[in-house]
Structures are given as C-alpha cells and as structure tokens.
Nanobody, 123 residues
Framework: QVQLVESGGGLVQAGGSLRLSCAVS????????MAWFRQAPGKEREFVAV????????RYADSAKGRFTISRDNAKNMVYLQMNSLKPEDTAVYYC????????????????WGQGTQVTVSS
C-alpha cells in the first residue's frame, strides 16, 4: 500500500513560483513511478510530469516543459514539483500520483492518488 500526502499549494501572482510537496509512504513505493496531474474547473485531469524513484528518469507535458521540474528526495521519501514562471492557465488542483506503470502519464495507470492541493495563479 502506498500513501500520498500533498502540501504546498496556494495563491501566487503570474510569473511567480511555487513548490508542491508529496510525502510518500509504503513498503514498496520505490518500485513505482511518481507523477503530478492537475485538474482545472470544468476540465479533464491532465498529466503534468513523471519521475521514477530508482533512476530518476523524468518526462513532462508540453505545458510544463521549461517551467516545471519534478524531483524526488529518496532520504526524505518526498516528491516535489517546482513550478516557475506560473501563468493563470496553471490554476488547477494538483494531484500527486503513484503507479507501477505510470511513466505513460495515463490516468488509467495511476494506482494511488493524493488528496490534491489547490494552486491559484492571479493575473
């Protein structure tokens, strides 16, 4: 079983930065791929970024490339999403996720979800 607890959301002005955190626990979580998704009002939940625990390979949605960085701290059992140059269209609930085959970035491959944290970017 894997448990995900998110934090770090909030209100930020356009052009600003936020770092989201996901505390990960469970006996086998290091075999999983970790990901961030987001869901804006009236929109589908969409892939943002993924990272593997062991090798640290990453992949990003086009909307996140060059602005967002996903990372993990193995010693602290944490996954992060550093978000820079934020835009109003980044406003969404952001979800941490884990899955054995989640490098696809597909919702179908998510085995565990976090509770979500609200990110609001003002203009």
């Amino acid at each position: 079983q894997v448990q995900l607890v998110e934090s770090g959301g909030g209100l930020v002005q356009a052009g600003g930065s936020l770092r989201l955190s996901c505390a990960v626990s469970g006996r086998t979580f290091r075999s999983y791929t970790m990901a961030w998704f987001r869901q804006a009002p009236g929109k589908e939940r969409e892939f943002v970024a993924v990272i593997s625990w062991l090798v640290g390979s990453t992949r990003y949605a086009d909307s996140a490339k060059g602005r967002f960085t996903i990372s993990r701290d193995n010693a602290k059992n944490m996954v992060y999403l550093q978000m820079n140059s934020l835009k109003p269209e980044d406003t969404a609930v952001y979800y941490c996720a884990a899955g054995a085959r989640l490098f696809t970035g597909q919702r179908l491959d998510v085995d565990y979800w976090g509770q979500g944290t609200q990110v609001t970017v003002s203009s």
